[in-house]
């Protein structure tokens, strides 16, 4: 069956530029998590989403973060005037239910030069 | 706050023999702990997990884990290491929020599988 999607699978953009990264969770999956992943590190988490409802985005790393899930399916994670340190591979994960197991997509890896 | 630690940053074993790759966790409270497996390319997936029922804890392709409460630890283990075994995994602690699970990551372990 259909797993997590994630587009693009790659992403080069230049410092300065704005960048955005979709993520297609499994049908009818109601959390959604967004994850950076630093070369060389674990997953860290950034933001979740229970339906179209952002409840927690205590692990955003600035105000050019921005993440939103409108209509409670597909989540875009948005990043403004991008930086070099911001270059890292981003997941997406979603579970069926609230504390559910979490399905991760392939990721996406931004290269900001 | 609840942490865990990955002993080792690779791991290389012969196929065949055993696989030890060592966690030990940090958490306020009884953990819920995780086993991630991440292959090239591929997304992470679910190795296995102790939400403090068994305290050893099977999960897919031969692999387990024992949680010891007094050593704070949560090995993963195999009795036999295959070739398609060569990965990168990563020990999870879940952090108990009021609308879900936040997953805490360690660092993350690299196998490798030699012929």
């Known amino acids: 069956g259909a797993g997590v999607s994630q587009s693009p699978r790659y992403k080069v953009a230049k410092r300065g530029q704005d960048v955005a990264l979709r993520c297609d969770p499994i049908?009818?999956?109601?959390?959604l998590f967004w994850y950076q992943q630093a070369l060389g590190q674990g997953p860290e988490f950034l933001t979740y989403f229970q339906n179209e409802a952002q409840l927690d985005k205590s692990g955003l790393p600035s105000d050019r973060f921005f993440a939103e899930r409108p209509e409670g399916s597909v989540s875009t994670l948005k990043i403004q005037r991008t930086q070099k340190e911001d270059s890292a591979v981003y997941l997406c994960?979603?579970?069926?239910?609230?504390?559910?197991?979490?399905?991760f997509g392939p990721g996406t890896r931004l290269t900001v030069l | 706050a609840q942490s865990v630690t990955q002993l080792d940053s690779h791991v290389s074993v012969s196929e065949g023999t055993p696989v030890l790759l060592r966690c030990n966790y940090s958490?306020?409270?009884?953990?819920?702990l995780f086993w991630y497996v991440q292959h090239p390319n591929k997304g992470l997936q679910l190795l296995l997990k102790y939400t403090s029922a068994a305290t050893l804890v099977k999960g897919i392709n031969g692999f387990e884990a024992e949680f010891k409460k007094s050593e704070t630890s949560f090995h993963l283990t195999k009795p036999s290491a295959h070739m398609s075994d060569a990965a990168e995994y990563f020990c999870v602690v879940v952090y108990h929020m009021e609308y879900g699970n936040k997953l805490v990551f360690g660092a993350g372990t690299i196998l490798r599988v030699k012929s």
């Open positions: 994960a979603s579970s069926y239910r609230q504390g559910g197991t979490q399905y």
């Open positions: 958490s306020s409270y009884s953990p819920s």
């Open positions: 049908s009818g999956h109601v959390s």
